[in-house]
């Protein structure tokens, strides 16, 4: 009997994967900000990222920022997933771990199922998947597309995801060749004041706010078994990525309306008060508004080869992995600002003015970046005795970055980052099927070519629109410390009383972990409205404990799990923070953080259950709840706020097989109607003069409840 499942991966790693949580920055939730034990893996532009994502080996994270784009994963083509740590084999720029997605092919899946679904908030989505084998060869390919009117103004999103691969499997070696493609727009509306909130769960800040995102990559990999001994692998991929965003602000430019008696000023002031050659076109009657605009079109060509052996030596049993990645990435960037009005309804109009003020930091961008990362790694596994392995491995990585200013020369420049990792861990089998385990690993993260070209205090950017010239970042580096134990346990062998009523298998584990993270980047804002750069920002550290259950038998499916997360920070630094009540109380635009504050938007626990269970062959039911501890906003991180509010959210979800091939369902999303704040920032109150506010915080609010209906097909 087939399970229901979600639209998105992001979706599923959440319900279920311990440490993951989602920050609905954008407040859309096809733009998730995925966050494990705080680090994220985020679409938003200007997030430091902490997390690399594999697609089939393929490092899927974009070459301009490192930015994950979850809307072109297509979901159902995924055959695995897991979350590692401390591994080099997928260790470039994975300070805080690795999403690792083994795709489906022919060999895995065959078959034909077709899905179709609809519900609340106008959402129509579908899929369907088809594979098959004959001999040595085999073809898969999958197709997704959704579209609805989001649960927020100005907030609807189209997604069309396809997927395929054709291989070969012969007796000593497996080819596969598969292309993803994908074509996307998403409104994305981000956080709105807390005021207008209160006032209409539907309200939006400032809009147009969208990106279209295209995505074409196209992979050739393969297997050897040389001899019974050794196994070769090699893989070449190419991957195209464009983007365009259209993003309405708050301007910080000024028009004063005329004193009476007086002529109206000729031109507007920047918020320094300075002159600028902006004309007051409207004698200072409107308010200004601004619709930035980027262009980002990356190209990444790469490969991987890569050998492992699994042998006997001197009576002890060795496996070892060694390789080799390259990846040779090359972007265009474009940005502009074209001046507007805001009316009542905060749609920004323009006006056909572009903004070209250099000296307030505003003007056209153009520039093209390349980043070459190359990875060399080992990892090594040896069976000491029959219950003792022990594992040690490195990894080298060099990146080197550099932009070219196509408007001047201020945005020139090259850097190279190198280091390496070392990671060892051992496991012990101290009970039939129980186990402990520990690791220390090392980590890096280059800076990206985002981040590198804006990272200057005295003149900062609108993060990921317009780039300046800037002071250089340090790479962060990191180190990870794990303790933990794991196991099975079939419970009519343990427990045989308990066995007629739970006669399966209960999977368990438990663990602690701490990451060190030093020369940590972060994205600060600045005392020029709507304007932020990049900083390292000390040492941070996130540390916590993770605990597991799962339980399966012929009918039922069970899990629960918790993970406490403290992310703190480690040095004394001052951040700009114009937006904080206690910045402005001292009218400096900074704060000073001292060791032991938490890091913003890093909820501390997050608790996760659910089940399913058949109630006859033929009908299913499950359910699902997830609880995630408030954060503290961004911009607070010397925590003189409130926490966000706490919440927990509980999903239904009933199947009925009509059929054999016929399946009937339902799916009862977020049944308590729970508006869950998942992320929050300061504002200035006074940014739009025709509105009056007290309370300086913003949140983006979540999904209400969602009813939706479907029926499947499957051969």
Known sequence: MQKTRGFEFSENLFRQSPGISVNDVAGNPLQPEVDFRGFVASPIAGTPQGLAVYQNGIRINEAWGDNVYWDMIPSIAIDRSTVVTGNPLFGLNAIGGAVVLDMKNGFTWQGLEIDGRGGSRGRRQGYGQFGIQSGPYAAYLAMEALGDNGYRYFSGAHIKRLYGDVGYRGDSAEIHANVTLAGNKINGTGPTAVEDVARDPWAVYTVPQSQKNTLSMFDLNGNVQASPTWKLFGDVHYRAFSQARVDGNTTEFECEPPEPGEAPELF????????????????????????????????????????????????????????????????????????????????????????????????????????SYLGVYALDTLDVTDRLKITAGARFNRAGISLHDLRGTALNGADVFTRINPVAGATYEVLSNTFAYGSYSEANRAPTPLELGCSDPARPCLIDTFLVADPPLKQVESNTTEFGMRGTVEIPKVLPAAGDYLPGVLTWSGGIFRTNNFNDILAVPSTINGRGYFTNAGSTRREGVEVALRYTDERLSAYANYTMTVATFRS??????????????????????????????????????????????????????????????????????????????????????????????????NITNTRARTFGTWFDTNDIAFLTYTNPRMVSLGPPTGIYGGIKFTY
């Open 572 to 669: 004394h630094i001052v951040l700009g923070a114009p937006d904080n009540p206690l910045a402005q109380l001292y009218g400096n635009g900074s704060i000073a953080v001292t060791p032991g504050a938490n890091l913003s938007s890093v909820a501390p626990h997050r608790f996760k259950a659910g089940a399913d269970y058949a109630v006859t062959p033929q009908w299913r039911v499950g359910a699902d709840v997830q609880y995630t501890a408030g954060s503290y906003i961004r911009g607070d991180e010397i925590n003189i706020g409130a926490r966000l509010p706490s919440y927990a959210m509980l999903n239904l979800r009933t199947s009925y097989q009509i059929t054999p091939n016929l399946q009937v369902y339902g799916l009862f999303e």
């Open 268 to 371: 507007c002031e920047n918020d320094l008060g300075d002159p600028t050659s902006i004309p007051n076109f409207f004698n200072g009657q409107v308010q200004l508004g601004a619709i930035d605009r980027t262009w980002t079109r990356s190209r990444t060509i790469g490969g991987t080869v890569q050998a492992a052996n699994d042998d006997v030596y001197f009576g002890f049993h060795n496996k070892i992995t060694f390789g080799a990645s390259l990846d040779q990435g090359w972007s265009y960037f474009a940005a502009n600002q074209e001046l507007g009005i805001i009316p009542p309804t905060l749609s920004v109009i323009g006006i056909n003015y572009y903004v070209d003020e250099l000296a307030s930091g505003v003007a056209p961008v153009n520039v093209t970046a390349g980043n």
